[in-house]
C-alpha cells in the first residue's frame, strides 16, 4: 500500500486517487459546457435585473480619450489608475445598474468574498477604507465598488444597463468605434475590455425546466420580495411556510444554505458533486490594530506578501493566514529540501498532490466531525484535489445539515433527473417544493464572444474570435497583434494568479494606465504589441509547468471545461516563474520605459 505520512496517520495514495477517478469518471458527459442553457427566449427573465430600474437617455455620438467595457473591478481599477495620470476623458459602459461587475448581481444572502478583503478589495489604501471583517459581505463589496466611482468621478461619464452591441477598429483614424443597444454609437482612441468570467448567469438543461408552476429564480437576481429579507442578513420571514428546493452546491450555494436552512420550512440542497468546505475563522477587524498597519504603501505590502505566500520560494511571515496559504506552506515544507537537481516539473507536482492529500483529507474528516448524520457526512465529502474547484470555507454550511428540515438530495454524480409542475425528481422520486433556486453559476467554459456579446473586429477586420481560434494569443495577458489600443484586463498569460483574481487585475490597470499616459504625452496614436512579440511571449508561457487547477484528471466544473479536454486549454496559464515573479517582471518592463515588443507609433 503506497502511503502517505501526515501529524495524524498514513494516508491510502492509491486508495485515494483511485476513489478521484472513480467520483470524476461517474459525472463525466458527452455535452460538457452544452448541458447549461443560454438564458435567452423564454429564459430570459432569469437574467433581468431586480435590483435597479433603467432609466431613458440620449444615445451618445460623441469621442473619447479611453472607453471601458465592464463596471466591476477591472473597469474601476483602470479608470483610477487614469484618473491618477491626468486621462480624465474616461467612459465606463456597463451592462448593469451600477458599478461592481460580479458584485452588483451576487447579493444573495451570506455572499462574500473569500479571499481575506485585505487583499481582495482593490484600492483600500487610495480610498482610505477598512474593511470591517476579514471576509466582508456582499454589501460592503458593493459600496466599495461606487466608493470608488465616487471619488475618482468615474460615474457622471459612465453608460450604465447598456450592452456593447459592436466593437470596430478604424484603421484611417486610429480610433474604436462602439455601437450599443442604447443606440450610442461613439468613438474612444483606447478601448479596455475587463468583461470578467462572472457575469452571465447560465441554467442547468434539466427537462421541464420550465414546466414548474412554483416560483423560481437564479442566485444572481435574488428575489427578496418573494422570500423577505434582504440582502444585509435580514431574516427571509417569507420562506416560514415554504419548501424550497437549490439546486447546486457550490461557493454560492455554500453561503447561501445556511441563511435558507434557518428562514425555510423545509430546504432540499441538491447535490451533483460537494465543495469542499475548510473553516473560515472570519472575524471583525479591530480599528486600532488597523490603523497601526495601515501605513503608507499597507495593501502593496499585503498583496506582495500573499502572492508570495502562493508561490514556491521563501516568505518569512504570512500576513493573511488563510486556507490558501495552508496549502502551499505545505507544499512548500515538501520540496524545500530538495536539491537543485531534483528540483523538476515531475517533483513539483508530486510535492503538490502528496501536499493536496493532505489536506483533503483533513477536511473530509472535518465533515465527519461537524456533521451528524453518518450518511450526509459521507455524500458531503469532496473525493477530488482541492483546486479541481472553487476551494470554500465556511464555518455554518456543514452545521446546516444539523438543522431539522434541511435535507441534503445528492444525485450520486448525475444531477437532476427532471423537473416537473410540482417540483423535482431525483432517481425516480418526486420532490414537491414551492420554489426552486438555482445556484448554477456563472458562464464560464462558453465562447468569448458569447459572454461579452459580441467580436472585436480589430485591424483588415479580423475578429477576435479568429486571431483565437485556436487559443488565446497576448502579450501579458494585455494586447493582442492586430488589435491595436485594445488592452485586456484579466489574468490568463499574465500572472494567471486565481487565489486572488483582483490583484492581477489592479495590476493591469497599473499597466494600461502607463502605457496610455507615454502614447498621450508622446504623441503615438497607435499601441500595438508586434507578432514576432506576442509569438515569444505565448512561447514562454508553454515551457511552463502549466494548470495545477482544473486538470483533465478534475472532477469535471467550469475549472476544466466540464472535463471536456480543449486543444487550445493549453493557452491558459500563466508566466512559468509564478505569479509573484510576474509581478516583479512586469514592474521592471514598465519602469524601463522600452516597453520591448510594443510599439508606439
Not at 419 to 424: A, N, P, R, S
Not at 457 to 486: C, Q, V, Y
Amino acid at each position: 500500500m503506497a502511503t502517505l505520512a501526515d501529524d495524524t496517520k498514513p494516508i491510502d495514495k492509491d486508495a485515494i486517487l483511485a476513489k478521484y477517478a472513480e467520483e470524476r469518471d461517474k459525472r463525466l458527459r458527452a455535452d460538457g459546457n452544452e448541458q447549461y442553457l443560454e438564458l435567452k427566449g423564454q429564459l430570459a427573465h432569469y437574467a433581468e435585473d431586480p435590483y435597479t430600474e433603467r432609466v431613458d437617455r440620449e444615445p451618445k455620438t460623441d469621442h473619447v480619450t479611453f472607453a471601458f467595457i465592464g463596471g466591476g473591478f477591472s473597469g474601476l481599477a483602470t479608470g483610477a489608475r487614469l484618473k491618477e495620470r491626468g486621462i480624465t476623458d474616461v467612459r465606463i459602459i456597463e451592462k448593469g445598474g451600477d458599478f461592481g461587475g460580479t458584485w452588483y448581481w451576487n447579493r444573495y444572502p451570506g455572499a462574500q468574498c473569500d479571499t481575506a478583503a485585505m487583499v481582495y478589495m482593490p484600492l483600500l489604501e487610495e480610498t482610505g477604507h477598512m474593511p470591517t471583517e476579514k471576509y466582508v459581505h456582499a454589501p460592503e463589496i458593493l459600496e466599495h465598488c461606487q466608493r470608488i466611482g465616487r471619488q475618482y468621478d468615474l460615474n457622471e461619464n459612465a453608460l450604465f444597463h447598456t450592452k456593447i452591441e459592436s466593437l470596430k477598429w478604424e484603421d484611417e483614424h486610429s480610433r474604436w468605434r462602439i455601437a450599443t443597444d442604447r443606440g450610442d454609437d461613439f468613438t474612444a482612441d483606447f478601448v479596455g475590455l475587463g468583461t470578467g468570467p462572472l457575469h452571465v448567469p447560465k441554467l442547468p438543461g434539466i427537462p421541464g425546466i420550465q414546466e414548474f408552476k412554483g416560483y423560481s429564480f437564479h442566485t444572481s437576481r435574488w428575489d427578496y420580495d418573494y422570500t423577505g429579507g434582504d440582502e444585509h442578513g435580514g431574516p427571509m420571514q417569507n420562506l416560514s411556510d415554504k419548501r424550497v428546493a437549490i439546486i447546486g452546491t457550490g461557493a454560492t450555494s455554500v453561503q447561501a444554505v445556511p441563511h435558507l436552512a434557518q428562514a425555510a420550512k423545509e430546504l432540499y440542497v441538491i447535490q451533483r458533486t460537494p465543495s469542499s468546505v475548510d473553516i473560515r475563522n472570519n472575524e471583525p477587524i479591530d480599528p486600532k490594530w488597523f490603523a497601526e498597519i495601515a501605513t503608507e504603501g499597507w495593501q502593496r505590502r499585503w498583496l506582495e506578501n500573499f502572492t508570495a505566500n502562493q508561490g514556491i520560494g521563501h516568505a518569512e511571515e504570512d500576513l493573511v493566514d488563510d486556507g490558501w496559504t495552508d496549502l502551499t506552506r505545505r507544499f512548500r515544507s515538501r520540496i524545500k529540501d530538495l536539491p537543485p537537481d531534483q528540483m523538476t516539473v515531475e517533483n513539483m507536482h508530486a510535492a503538490w498532490e502528496d501536499a493536496d492529500l493532505q489536506k483533503m483529507t483533513e477536511i473530509r474528516a472535518r465533515t465527519d466531525k461537524v456533521v451528524e448524520d453518518g450518511d450526509a457526512a459521507a455524500d458531503l465529502k469532496a473525493w477530488y484535489r482541492q483546486l479541481c474547484k472553487r476551494p470554500c470555507f465556511h464555518d455554518e454550511y456543514l452545521q446546516s445539515f444539523n438543522i431539522p428540515g434541511t435535507h441534503l438530495v445528492d444525485t450520486d454524480g448525475q444531477g437532476v433527473g427532471r423537473i416537473t409542475e410540482k417540483g423535482f425528481v431525483v432517481a425516480g422520486r418526486e420532490y414537491e417544493v414551492d420554489c426552486i433556486i438555482y445556484a448554477s453559476g456563472f458562464e464560464v467554459g462558453t465562447s468569448l464572444e458569447r459572454r461579452m456579446g459580441f467580436d472585436p473586429e480589430g485591424r483588415n477586420g479580423l475578429t477576435l474570435s479568429e486571431a483565437w481560434d485556436d487559443g488565446m494569443r497576448t502579450k501579458h495577458g494585455i494586447h493582442t497583434h492586430g488589435f491595436p489600443n485594445l488592452f485586456f484586463v484579466q489574468a490568463t498569460q499574465g500572472a494567471n494568479l486565481i487565489s486572488n483574481y483582483p490583484h492581477n487585475l489592479v495590476e493591469g490597470a497599473l499597466a494600461i494606465a502607463i502605457m496610455v499616459d507615454h502614447a498621450v504625452k508622446t504623441g503615438a496614436k497607435e499601441v500595438e504589441v508586434t507578432k514576432e512579440a506576442q509569438d515569444a511571449w505565448v512561447d514562454l508561457l508553454l515551457t511552463g509547468p502549466g494548470m495545477i487547477i482544473g486538470s483533465a484528471e478534475c472532477t469535471p466544473g467550469y475549472y476544466n471545461n466540464e472535463g471536456e479536454p480543449l486543444e487550445e486549454a493549453k493557452y491558459a496559464v500563466g508566466y512559468p516563474a509564478g505569479a509573484q515573479a510576474y509581478f516583479v517582471y512586469i514592474d521592471n518592463w514598465l519602469k524601463s520605459g522600452d516597453f520591448e515588443g510594443v510599439e508606439f507609433r
